[in-house]
């Protein structure tokens, strides 16, 4: 069974920083991407970061600059450094991972259970 751990949101005031972590446990298919979405309040979900197996990195327009997608392929877990926060980024941030299912012939996207980030003073 794929499981994605979340950890590393909390209250943050703005201007400060956060790590998410996302690790992905007992999987027997090879990943090919790793990402992070965020849903605020009364918005729709929407991509922050994402990163592929060769580790060509993607960001939102809000991102750029602030925040950083790493992986670490030995442990199959990806991070999200996070600075300069801004109020309008708090969310629950949710973890996904893409995984290459053979016998499919296809990926097939995992999702966590969401951390929430919360940027106030």
């Known amino acids: 069974q794929v499981q994605l751990v979340e950890s590393g949101g909390g209250l943050v005031q703005p201007g400060g920083s956060l790590r998410l972590s996302c690790e992905v446990s007992?999987?027997?298919?090879?990943?090919?991407?790793m990402g992070w979405y965020r849903e605020a309040p009364g918005r729709e979900r929407e991509m922050v970061a994402s990163?592929?197996?060769?580790?060509?990195?993607n960001y939102a327009d809000s991102a750029k600059g602030r925040f950083t997608i790493s992986g670490d392929n030995a442990k199959n877990t990806t991070y999200l450094q996070m600075n300069s926060l801004k109020p309008e980024g708090t969310a629950v941030y949710y973890c996904?991972?893409?995984?290459?299912?053979?016998?499919?012939?296809?990926?097939?996207?995992?999702w966590g259970q969401g951390t929430q980030v919360t940027v106030s003073s």
């Open positions: 996904t991972v893409a995984l290459w299912i053979e016998s499919w012939g296809t990926t097939y996207d995992y």
């Open positions: 007992e999987s027997i298919f090879s990943i090919k991407g």
């Open positions: 990163i592929n197996s060769g580790g060509r990195t």
